[in-house]
């Protein structure tokens, strides 16, 4: 073992370290093993950014952006009202077709985004069906992450193998190639969840239940004591606020005034404008506004600012629901949103979006709500833009979207759009299916089709691609190339030789599926690809047989991260609407894991010979 291998393997653990340690963002790891690589000679810089250049790493950051069409049009939402339909009020057919319909979205868009979409939803049938989210939120990750085995561009780790194979100068996997196996995985992944629920919680949780249900506005309005606090005020042509910035009027600080919304006339009709601390007021402007402080004269206000008083139809602006939306979101535990008051965060600026509410340990915080220290566990109710609010699901390291009341189906940015969008992801399937072009290009013309049809805007394509996940990627790949050079993947390949060389493949397989659900436990399933895809096709050569059920045991094994919930983010997003500890996914996922590599040991070699 010479010194360099010594270097990159002691890279390798720390980096491990600091994935599992969460000391520093993973992203932030991924680039400083660049840096790392570059800086100690190990690697040139062309061969430390290579995977800046790989061709699916941007295939996946198109496919984020076909999603976040997806959710834009309404397809993804009317899916899940459709799953309420048909499930009824029987938790077992809720868990059937949760599972299935998450296999089928996860299989053509991105598992993390679908969970996201899911979340609430599976909230709302909980608290409808009496059931406990923690019976509903597990079957939800077990399927986003099965989905990853349905079809070739489901999840990164099947590119990275994909990629894999194409860099030794092989043919890449077909499109459906992994889906029969995923067929039965899902099958037997129900069948295991319908009875593993009942080793979770058994009834429904407080908090959960009284927190996170999806509710309508007038629920949230009746919760958070907002009865009588709203006012709509129409600027008049000689008042002092035109032409000022809302920043700078200050209306909060010194009349309690909180603008959440405005009415401007543009085309001969009133629409509505999303308003920031940048918003600058004109003559005819109808403000909408949120009157926290009781004690403020609402006649004097008037009269100071020079503003009509209108017709409010609804009680706090539930008549404008189609336009302004209200919604939950919880601090995460290390946010860095923590200690700091709203106002210090200008949270208005930051996110386009105001704070009008607070829940602290189930209490309603009353009074200055701006100046209120924000504390872990706390949940902020929000009102602003739809669309601003569809976005804090991109916020995930700071802030968790709960809930989206009942409202948001009637105010699906592009609804008229859901045709096209689901034209221009069968186009791609298709293209993909027939090989007809390269599948990054497939995927781009569909996001372009996508824009053309206004299914989605370039503002909201850019904020819908999760940049950290693709850097993560393109920061682990110099890792393979490292340990090639060292020698490293040669001394992998030797010790799996030493213990199942002469046992058979079978046995390789076991060992494969093994030390890469092993790896897994502490790093990313990405990651965890990246590393194994090269010692994989490397035994296969050694071993003198095909290395595609070797590459495909790894794409399983890797989609196979049911057992803690750092393995994948699916796993992230539902420990707490779930209200699971880290034993849960224990529990749940050994089992499983165990079925799943008994099944695809035994299978992937019928379906790829050795």
Same mark, same amino acid.
């Given at each position: 073992?010479?010194?360099?291998?010594?270097?990159?393997?002691? #890279?390798?653990?720390?980096?491990?370290?600091?994935? =599992?340690?969460?000391?520093?963002?993973?992203?932030?790891?991924?680039?400083?093993?660049?840096?790392?690589?570059?800086?100690?000679?190990?690697?040139?810089?062309?061969?430390?950014?290579?995977?800046?250049?790989?061709?699916?790493?941007?295939?996946?950051? =198109?496919?984020?952006?076909?999603?976040?069409?997806?959710?834009?049009?309404?397809?993804?939402?009317?899916?899940?009202?459709?799953?309420?339909?048909?499930?009824?009020?029987?938790?077992?057919?809720?868990?059937?077709?949760? /599972?299935?319909?998450?296999?089928?979205?996860?299989?053509?868009?991105?598992?993390?985004?679908?969970?996201?979409?899911?979340?609430?939803?599976? #909230?709302?049938?909980?608290?409808?069906?009496?059931?406990?989210?923690?019976?509903?939120?597990?079957?939800?990750?077990?399927?986003?992450?099965?989905?990853?085995? /349905?079809?070739?561009?489901?999840?990164?780790?099947?590119?990275?193998?994909?990629?894999?194979?194409?860099?030794?100068?092989?043919?890449?996997?077909?499109?459906?190639?992994?889906?029969?196996?995923?067929?039965?995985?899902?099958?037997?992944?129900?069948?295991?969840?319908?009875?593993?629920?009942?080793?979770?919680?058994?009834?429904?949780?407080?908090?959960?239940?009284?927190?996170?249900?999806?509710?309508?506005?007038?629920?949230?309005?009746?919760?958070?004591?907002?009865?009588?606090?709203?006012?709509?005020?129409?600027?008049?042509?000689?008042?002092?606020?035109?032409?000022?910035?809302?920043?700078?009027?200050?209306?909060?600080?010194?009349?309690?005034?909180?603008?959440?919304?405005?009415?401007?006339?543009?085309?001969?009709?009133?629409?509505?404008?999303?308003?920031?601390?940048?918003?600058?007021?004109?003559?005819?402007?109808?403000?909408?506004?949120?009157?926290?402080?009781?004690?403020?004269?609402?006649?004097?206000?008037?009269?100071?600012?020079?503003?009509?008083?209108?017709?409010?139809?609804?009680?706090?602006?539930?008549?404008?629901?189609?336009?302004?939306?209200?919604?939950?979101?919880?601090?995460?535990?290390?946010?860095?949103?923590?200690?700091?008051?709203?106002?210090?965060?200008?949270?208005?600026?930051?996110?386009?979006?105001?704070?009008?509410?607070?829940?602290?340990?189930?209490?309603?915080?009353?009074?200055?709500?701006?100046?209120?220290?924000?504390?872990?566990?706390?949940?902020?109710?929000?009102?602003?833009?739809?669309?601003?609010?569809?976005?804090?699901?991109?916020?995930?390291?700071?802030?968790?979207?709960?809930? #989206?009341?009942?409202?948001?189906?009637?105010?699906?940015?592009?609804?008229?759009?859901?045709?096209?969008?689901?034209?221009?992801?069968?186009?791609?399937?298709?293209?993909?299916?027939?090989?007809?072009?390269?599948?990054?290009?497939?995927?781009?013309?569909?996001?372009?089709?996508?824009?053309?049809?206004?299914?989605?805007? /370039?503002?909201? =394509?850019?904020?819908?691609?999760?940049?950290?996940?693709?850097?993560?990627?393109?920061?682990?790949?110099?890792?393979?190339?490292?340990?090639?050079?060292?020698?490293?993947?040669?001394? =992998?390949?030797?010790?799996?030789?030493?213990?199942?060389?002469?046992?058979?493949?079978?046995?390789?397989?076991?060992?494969?599926?093994?030390?890469?659900?092993?790896?897994?436990?502490?790093?990313?399933?990405?990651?965890?690809?990246?590393?194994?895809?090269?010692?994989?096709?490397?035994?296969?050569?050694? /071993?003198?047989?095909?290395?595609?059920?070797?590459?495909?045991?790894?794409?399983?094994?890797?989609?196979?991260?049911?057992?803690?919930?750092?393995?994948?983010?699916?796993?992230?997003?539902?420990?707490?609407?779930?209200?699971?500890?880290?034993?849960?996914?224990?529990?749940?996922?050994?089992?499983?894991?165990?079925?799943?590599?008994?099944?695809?040991?035994?299978?992937?070699?019928? #379906?790829?010979?050795?």
């Amino acid at each position: 073992m010479n010194n360099q291998l010594l270097w990159v393997i002691g #890279l390798l653990a720390i980096t491990v370290w600091l994935f =599992a340690s969460g000391r520093l963002r993973m992203d932030v790891v991924a680039l400083l093993v660049i840096v790392a690589f570059v800086l100690s000679g190990t690697l040139t810089l062309q061969e430390a950014t290579i995977g800046f250049s790989d061709p699916n790493v941007i295939l996946i950051a =198109a496919l984020f952006v076909i999603g976040e069409g997806l959710v834009r049009t309404g397809v993804a939402l009317q899916t899940g009202e459709w799953l309420m339909k048909i499930a009824g009020n029987s938790e077992s057919k809720m868990i059937f077709w949760l /599972m299935l319909t998450v296999a089928g979205l996860g299989a053509f868009m991105s598992s993390t985004g679908v969970v996201a979409i899911f979340i609430p939803v599976v #909230l709302s049938v909980a608290a409808k069906i009496g059931s406990s989210p923690a019976r509903l939120m597990m079957p939800l990750s077990v399927a986003a992450l099965i989905s990853g085995m /349905m079809t070739l561009v489901a999840t990164p780790p099947n590119l990275v193998v994909n990629s894999e194979l194409q860099r030794e100068g092989l043919d890449g996997f077909s499109f459906f190639a992994v889906t029969p196996v995923g067929l039965v995985v899902l099958v037997l992944g129900i069948g295991y969840m319908l009875v593993a629920r009942y080793w979770l919680a058994s009834s429904p949780s407080d908090s959960a239940a009284g927190t996170t249900r999806r509710r309508n506005f007038r629920d949230l309005i009746r919760e958070y004591r907002l009865s009588g606090r709203a006012r709509r005020l129409a600027i008049r042509p000689e008042s002092p606020l035109i032409g000022h910035r809302l920043d700078d009027l200050k209306l909060r600080e010194k009349h309690g005034a909180n603008v959440v919304g405005l009415e401007r006339w543009r085309k001969f009709r009133r629409v509505m404008v999303p308003v920031t601390g940048e918003t600058t007021f004109r003559a005819g402007d109808v403000l909408l506004i949120d009157m926290s402080a009781a004690e403020i004269d609402l006649r004097q206000f008037c009269s100071e600012q020079l503003l009509e008083p209108m017709i409010l139809r609804g009680d706090y602006f539930s008549d404008r629901a189609r336009d302004v939306g209200m919604a939950e979101v919880s601090l995460i535990p290390d946010s860095e949103l923590l200690g700091k008051s709203v106002r210090e965060l200008g949270f208005r600026q930051r996110y386009g979006l105001s704070v009008i509410g607070i829940r602290r340990r189930n209490s309603i915080l009353e009074g200055a709500l701006a100046d209120e220290t924000l504390e872990s566990g706390d949940i902020l109710l929000v009102i602003g833009d739809w669309r601003r609010i569809q976005q804090l699901q991109q916020q995930k390291r700071d802030l968790l979207l709960l809930a #989206l009341p009942a409202e948001i189906d009637e105010a699906v940015p592009a609804h008229s759009q859901a045709p096209h969008a689901l034209f221009c992801l069968a186009l791609m399937v298709a293209l993909m299916i027939t090989d007809v072009i390269p599948g990054p290009i497939a995927a781009i013309i569909a996001c372009l089709l996508m824009g053309k049809f206004r299914c989605i805007d /370039m503002e909201s =394509a850019y904020k819908a691609i999760h940049w950290p996940g693709l850097i993560l990627i393109a920061g682990m790949m110099p890792f393979a190339l490292a340990l090639q050079k060292t020698g490293g993947v040669a001394l =992998a390949v030797q010790g799996l030789m030493d213990i199942a060389g002469g046992k058979g493949p079978h046995i390789m397989l076991l060992c494969l599926f093994i030390l890469c659900a092993t790896i897994g436990l502490f790093i990313s399933n990405t990651a965890t690809a990246v590393l194994m895809a090269p010692i994989g096709v490397a035994a296969a050569q050694q /071993m003198g047989v095909s290395p595609y059920p070797f590459t495909m045991i790894i794409a399983i094994a890797a989609s196979a991260a049911f057992m803690t919930p750092v393995s994948s983010p699916v796993n992230t997003l539902v420990l707490g609407p779930g209200g699971y500890r880290f034993v849960d996914f224990v529990k749940i996922g050994v089992p499983f894991t165990l079925v799943v590599m008994v099944v695809s040991v035994l299978l992937v070699p019928l #379906l790829f010979p050795f």
